[in-house]
Structure formats: C-alpha cells, structure tokens
C-alpha cells in the first residue's frame, strides 16, 4: 500500500513570496492532517480535513496561510506572504484505516526555508 | 488545554544497553488517546504504539516496551538491548477520543533524541 506522498521536498524561497505544497494522502483515508514542525520541536496541527470539509483549523494563521482539499483527496497548503518564521518541515498525515481510524500515517514532509 | 512534556532532549548509550525514553501527558479529558512516534532522518514520522485511556496494561512489542500509568499521567517507552538502527527523535502524542465534530489531531511533546553508539 503507498503511503502518504508530499512534494516538493524541498523548497527555498524569499521573504514575502508565496508557496504552495501538495500532499496525497493513502487511498481510501477520509482524514487528512498538516502539521508545522520548527527545528527542534514537534510537530503543530495547522488544519484537518474530513471529506473536503474543515474540522479544526483553530491554529491556522488565517492572514497568511490556506489549504484546500476540493475533491475529498489531495490537498494543497499555500503562505502567502511567507515570513522568516514560517521556515519549518510541513507535514502531512492521513488516517481512515478500517479498525484503526486515528492512527496518523505521515508523508516524509517539506523542508521550507525562508531567506 | 492538552500537553505533552518529554523532558529528556537528548539521550545517549551504548549499543546494547536498556533506555526509557519518558512522556508526562496533561489533559482534562477523561477518555483520551497516547501515541509513540519514531522520526529518523529521513524525517518521516512512523507510528510506533497507540494506547487509549482505558487499557493501563503495559504491552510488549518486541524489544519495546510501553508502561502506560494513569496515576502519574505518564506513558513511558523503553527500548531493552538497544540498537544503532533504534537512533532516532521519539515523540509522545495525545488526543482526545471523543472530541466535538471529530478533531482529533494531535498534541506532540519536544521529542527525545536518541542517540546510540556502536
């Protein structure tokens, strides 16, 4: 079974650009999770879908950040305008296996550098 | 509010030896989920263990252990005769089991790193 794919993996761009990352989560899972990880710390929910609806994007910064997952599958995270602080590996997860439902699998993330 | 504390930053042995990495969890829910994750530097967070608050049973998976207590809000993992490929960042994570409209993400600790010499 494939995992969960994110790309880029990598990606550096300046301050005040914009920067969108895409995720395909594992076949059949209805939820789907990004999470901001700063160097050193773990890993901070942004936003979870179910379906193509948002269930929790309390810790979104809704100024400068957006996800979509239109049609209940992949997803897209955008910032627009990056700033220093938004440097960090997003990540995103999956869950949705039968007998199993809240076990996250993650991609292996995007590294984001912001100069 | 939900926390994790992994107070451990950073732990080093010898290959071989026993190491309990330590997880204190806060939370005012009564039902409730806790999680080991394993992040090598691929970078790619693997699931290791989920426990929910019912079941305070230890479990043994191979050379890993889990001892889950409710008296003293921890969920300790320990890896007997370690070994180099076990180098790594552990992280402890929590959710709630029944949370309003199906948010369940979760709430990770710092992460303990890992480090095991040949």
Redesign the interface.
């Known amino acids: 079974e494939a995992?969960v794919a994110q790309s880029p993996r990598y990606k550096i761009i300046e301050k005040r650009q914009s920067v969108a990352f895409w995720c395909n989560p594992i076949s059949g899972h209805a939820?789907l999770?990004w999470?901001q990880q700063i160097l050193?710390?773990?890993?901070?929910?942004l936003i979870?879908f179910?379906n193509n609806g948002v269930?929790?994007d309390s810790q979104l910064p809704k100024d400068r950040f957006s996800a979509e997952r239109l049609k209940g599958v992949d997803s897209t995270l955008k910032i627009q305008p990056a700033k220093l602080e938004d440097s960090a590996?997003y990540?995103c997860?999956s869950?949705g296996t039968p007998g199993?439902k809240?076990?996250?699998?993650?991609?292996?993330?995007t590294?984001l550098s912001v100069l | 509010a939900q926390k994790?504390t992994q107070a451990q930053t950073e732990i080093s042995v010898v290959e071989k030896e026993d190491v309990t990495l330590d997880c204190v969890y806060e939370t005012r829910d009564t039902t409730y989920?806790l999680?080991w994750?394993k992040q090598p530097p691929?970078?790619?967070?693997?699931?290791l263990i989920?426990r929910n608050s019912f079941d305070e049973q230890n479990e043994i998976s191979g050379r890993y252990s889990w001892n889950f207590q409710k008296s003293t809000s921890s969920f300790n993992f320990t890896i007997t005769a370690s070994q180099v490929v076990d180098s790594a960042v552990y992280?402890c994570?929590l959710?709630d089991m029944y949370s309003g409209?199906?948010?369940?993400?979760?709430?990770?600790?710092?992460?303990t790193h890992l480090i095991i010499q040949p």
């Open positions: 995992g939820t999770y999470y050193g710390q773990g890993p901070k929910l979870q179910q269930v929790d590996v990540l997860a869950s199993a809240n076990i996250q699998y993650f991609g292996a993330g590294r | 994790v989920y999680f994750y691929s970078g790619e967070l693997v699931f989920r992280f994570a959710t409209g199906g948010a369940d993400g979760l709430t990770f600790g710092k992460g």
